[in-house]
């Protein structure tokens, strides 16, 4: 779990998110989803439930942001984590972490958005004809 600032997101930094979410997307090939509010319990299992909920939940990333409890959660699906390995969220986590702790949710989330997109991509293969 990660610290993370409060306060509401502007249409600006919505519309910011959003268009980084689709470039990531676009780079990784698997689905984003970001939940920034406050979590119904244990915010892993909160987290779990939302992740369950997406429409393709194996080849989708989910990060949760609760700035009142002040934690982040990272739920990958299972063709997600074929490329995008566990040391590899932390160290998302730890990023988004370090811009939330001056109070910049927008470029936390950011960074960790475009480092799980830049590592959950499938490798590039060669193909030769025989």
Avoid at 36 to 60: E, M, N
Avoid at 63 to 68: L, N
């Amino acid at each position: 779990m990660a610290p993370v600032a409060s306060g509401e997101l502007t249409s600006r930094e919505r519309a910011e998110l959003d268009r980084v979410i689709r470039s990531a997307e676009q780079i990784s090939r698997v689905e984003f989803s970001v939940f920034r509010g406050i979590s119904q319990g244990d915010p892993r299992v909160f987290a779990g439930s939302l992740h369950a909920a997406l429409a393709a939940p194996d080849r989708s990333i989910l990060i949760m942001v609760d700035p009142v409890a002040r934690v982040v959660e990272v739920v990958t699906g299972a063709e997600v984590r074929r490329t995008l390995s566990d040391r590899t969220v932390e160290m998302a986590v730890l990023a988004m972490q370090s811009e939330f702790a001056q109070g910049n949710d927008v470029g936390g989330i950011t960074r960790g958005i475009n480092l799980m997109a830049e590592h959950a991509r499938a490798p590039r293969t060669m193909h030769v004809r025989p």
